[in-house]
């Protein structure tokens, strides 16, 4: 009857276990949407059921030597503190497993510092307490813009309802086409932060001074939130990232209307030279006129 009710027991907390291990489930990753995501999120996976396994293992042991060999049942204890074979044994199995742990770790995290080849580089700046993006290499060269949270004050002071996305909305997304490899130059101005999108896979600090760089490949169109990873002051979690993957139809209308948008600015900055050339000029006849009366 009793072992009948632990194993009910160790059934429901492992389909619980299995559940939260869903694709989707809140207690789980978000879905991977790069290669990249993908490795991480299956050794992640498979990880867990390591330690499960060893969890269970050295428990199991434990609490059967203590049933087993309790006092009460009349148990004689024995009386060595020394064994060459199990320390050996102790030493070796971990290891393994560290190693098995560790290889296909080390080979995602070379094929991430791979920035080789990008299909475009986009520079993004951490300030306190925003993100600056620059459009450096690749289609949208040119583009540079910030993005601010969008949270309203009322909804951060509990005087509204906090929204779907609380704390992870900003003006302006950070606008990438879908299947290219974006290369990420990341810096800082002020302290560190670090730019971290769960869902692409890129999580690398933006060091003042320092460039450090990252990529993704974004598997399909949609909308991925991050948050800066770094503790960066007092507005640390008040700097989300919003990263907008679009068709590559799509983002080439996106890079067309922003970069009318620039131009536009630049050419009010041509009229502006313009007219303070043309105004000089005015000064310069005036002077003349004023010098030959
Ligand atoms: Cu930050």
Not at 119 to 125: L, V
Not at 176 to 202: C, E, F, S, Y
Request: aromatic letters at 10%; hydrophobic letters at 45%.
């Amino acid at each position: 009857m009793r072992s009948k009710s632990v194993v009910t027991l160790a059934g429901v907390a492992a389909l619980a276990l299995y559940s939260s291990m869903a694709v989707g489930s809140k207690y789980n990753f978000p879905e991977p949407q790069s290669v990249i995501a993908q490795d991480i999120y299956d050794q992640h996976i498979v990880l867990l059921w390591i330690c499960l396994a060893i969890f269970v293992g050295v428990f199991g042991v434990m609490f059967y030597s203590v049933l087993k060999h309790r006092k009460s049942l009349g148990y004689k204890a024995a009386n060595f503190h020394h064994s060459t074979t199990v320390e050996v044994i102790w030493t070796i199995i971990p290891c393994l497993i560290l190693v098995v742990m560790a290889l296909p770790a080390t080979k995602t995290v070379i094929a991430m510092k791979d920035t080789s080849s990008p299909d475009m580089t986009i520079k993004a700046t951490g300030y306190q307490w925003m993100w600056g993006y620059d459009y450096l290499q690749g289609d949208g060269e040119g583009i540079s813009f910030y993005s601010k949270l969008t949270t309203p004050k009322a909804q951060i002071e509990n005087r509204e309802p906090k929204g779907e996305n609380y704390l992870l909305e900003v003006d302006n997304h950070m606008v990438v086409p879908v299947g290219k490899k974006v290369r990420m130059i990341l810096t800082a101005n002020d302290v560190i932060h670090a730019w971290w999108v769960p869902a692409l896979g890129v999580k690398q600090d933006a060091i003042p001074g320092f460039i450090r760089d990252s990529w993704f490949t974004a598997d399909k169109p949609g909308i991925y939130r991050g948050q800066c990873a770094e503790l960066c002051g007092k507005d640390h979690g008040f700097m989300p990232i919003v990263v907008e993957v679009l068709e590559e139809e799509a983002y080439a209308q996106w890079v067309a209307e922003k970069l009318a948008g620039t131009n536009e600015t630049v050419n009010l900055a041509a009229v502006t030279t313009e007219m303070v050339a043309e105004a000089d000029e005015d000064n310069a006849a005036a002077d003349k006129n004023s010098e030959n009366n």
